[in-house]
T-cell receptor
Framework: EAQVTQNPRYLITVTGKKLTVTCSQN?????MSWYRQDPGLGLRQIYY???????DKGDVPEGYKVSRKEKRNFPLILESPSPNQTSLYFC?????????????FGPGTRLTVT | SQQGEEDPQALSIQEGENATMNCSYK?????LQWYRQNSGRGLVHLIL?????REKHSGRLRVTLDTSKKSSSLLITASRAADTASYFC???????????FGQGTTLQVKP
């Protein structure tokens, strides 16, 4: 089944403790992206990747890192999480980064930083 | 930056009625997409309309795009309880696949 998977689905952590949220897709998609969703703000893009070893900042990249060493994986790293990073995070992928292509979303990771 | 603004923020209708959601945006776009999100779940793509198209249909969905007014609408006809979800418009104004999402319309369809 074609899908985007994320792990973990739920995470409660403390300020400053490094964490990684994994994202994997099995559709051989070139483009991958991370979003965060907050009440009243909709979805905002954190980072995106046009292909392996090609990443770029989205609208809210502060406090996050990403890497794209393999086509299928695009982990999101929070080196020193803070409470304002408490949010619902979504990974998405699409066939390519060109315009006019639908994106496929993972199920989401609900992160709470205390 | 926020591109899409959706209206209404919340909509409650009876099963069988039609639901209309509107999206306005600020800059020129290549295309506009609509997504559905069931509570706490990932977004699912519904329909894409390109900037040179004015109307598009997919099953019970009808999307219109008015680039002169920078607005789009999503009509769901003969709604069902299973249509209860949040609906987001997303504009694509770049050549990098970047989508900018609106805040969404929460639709409740009562059986």
């Amino acid at each position: 089944e074609a899908q985007v998977t994320q792990n973990p689905r739920y995470l409660i952590t403390v300020t400053g403790k490094k964490l990684t949220v994994t994202c994997s897709q099995n559709m051989n998609h070139e483009y991958m992206s991370w979003y965060r969703q907050d009440p009243g703000l909709g979805l905002r893009q954190i980072y995106y990747s046009m292909n392996v070893e090609v990443t770029d900042k989205g609208d809210v990249p502060e406090g996050y890192k990403v890497s794209r060493k393999e086509k299928r994986n695009f982990p999101l790293i929070l080196e020193s999480p803070s409470p304002n990073q408490t949010s619902l995070y979504f990974c998405a992928s699409s066939l390519s980064g060109t315009s006019g292509i639908e994106q496929y979303f993972g199920p989401g990771t609900r992160l709470t930083v205390t | 930056s926020q591109q899409g603004e959706e209206d209404p923020q919340a909509l409650s209708i009876q099963e069988g009625e039609n639901a209309t959601m509107n999206c306005s945006y600020k800059t020129s776009i290549n295309n506009l997409q609509w997504y559905r999100q069931n509570s706490g779940r990932g977004l699912v793509h519904l329909i894409l309309i390109r900037s040179n198209e004015r109307e598009k249909h997919s099953g019970r969905l009808r999307v219109t795009l008015d680039t002169s007014k920078k607005s789009s609408s999503l009509l769901i006809t003969a709604s069902r309880a299973a249509d209860t979800a949040s609906y987001f418009c997303a504009t694509d104004a770049s050549n990098t696949g970047k989508l900018i999402f609106g805040q969404g319309t929460t639709l409740q369809v009562k059986p």
